[in-house]
């Protein structure tokens, strides 16, 4: 009997023991069936994006336009629509350095001037982006349109940026639902854009025409020509003028004039010549612009009035500039030299001070101006640069640092062409001049006129083949036309 309840117990301490193990294998082999079940389906990939814009834009501390609108209007659903962009940006003050955190966008249309949609797009923390020249920092769709921010440069990485350039690009997205502004959680290489309209155009240097052939439809695209333009871009700029209504005639010759600016050579083929001709036709037939000449000269646009200072301390008139081996008289000059001193140590008031007096006493002291202007721009008060820059550029007409700083203070105040005139009011006086040629080149850039600057960087090239600058930056330009 003793003999049986132990077998008994034996037997019941095995089952027991079995129990768990068989439980742990029931339990291992559902696990993928489970895993499996809660899994979530792979994400629909996004609609096919038309890329209908692009807008290149430069992003520092340095006060800058937060709004500008789109360089020509876009068609929508069948519907011609202007718009504009406004920058979301956050910025973190450490010591004396500045630091981009977030950015975003917020892309507005509108309608007979009255906003119909928006899209906008959530500030991204640069910090968690990645840092490659393509990729896509975010996304925003909604509403048949949609806004990408895509990088292209950055100074000091992702992780304190104090200077970024990105390109913002506006797609058409068929069968699109409710905005997701939401950017993506792993950044992309961008597509490449199937058309670019890009920047704040400005006046063009039209070109004459090489023949007289009968104005023709515009030939199908052939590609890049390294002499004179790229000829797909062109028409379609011209394709993009042709889609707008004739009420929008300053749209049409703005989209034309960059259409002839991107153009090959007429001396390249008949084809680019009976293209070119046919844009001049055609913005002969639009009338007379109101700030270029309407017919094609190879000059460039005169300068743009100079604007008179409003202070006493800044309201001499303008005189002639001092011969050469004329003296400055030698309180001034004293100024000055104390001027620089104080600024070296940083002693930017006392400075300010003494270089004031200093143009009082001398007017025409060229050196004195230029300094004014300069650490005006490097404080951040551009107007007060331009004012500066201004007269220094009276003074000595040849000056492509004042003239390049002039640039960059009118951009930073929302006027970039009254900066572009001053450059090519420069290289008009001295074309022989490729330095002032090539400052020229990268304010065409940073103003987003990618043709522009292609042409200058071109003629650079003519006369300098070794030129390292001129030629990156050809190449930058045309790789973002493409």
Known sequence: ?????VLTLIALLLVASALPAQAAAKKKATAPAAARKAAPAPAAEPAPADILATVPRLISYDPHPTTFPLPAPITIEGKTLAGEIEILETWENKKNDSYLRQLGARLRLLEGGAVTRTIELAPVKLAAAKGKAGTVLGEARGQGIGL??????VKGGLGAATEVSVTFQIVGLPGTGTSQATPPAEPSPAPAPSSTTAGEPASPTLA???VTAAPTASPAPTGTDQTGGTLGLAQQL???AA?????AVAARRKLLEQALRAAPAATVSAEAAAFRQDLEARLAALGPAPAAPAAPAPSSPAPAPRAEPPAPAMAPATPDAPPPGSAIDPQAKAWVEQAKAFLAQQKEAEARDLLRKAVEKAPAYHEAWLLLGKNAAANGKHARAMEALDKALSLKDDDVEAARLYFKSAYYTGDADKGLDKLRALVSRYPQNQEARFALAEAYFQAGDLPACAESC???LQARPGDRRASDLLARAQERMK
Do not use: G, Y
């Open 1 to 5: 009997m003793r003999r049986c309840l």
């Open 148 to 153: 990408r921010l895509v990088l292209d440069e």
């Open 208 to 210: 004459a025409p090489a």
């Open 238 to 240: 011209a394709a993009k």
């Open 243 to 247: 889609a707008l209504p004739e009420t």
């Open 458 to 460: 071109q003629t650079i």
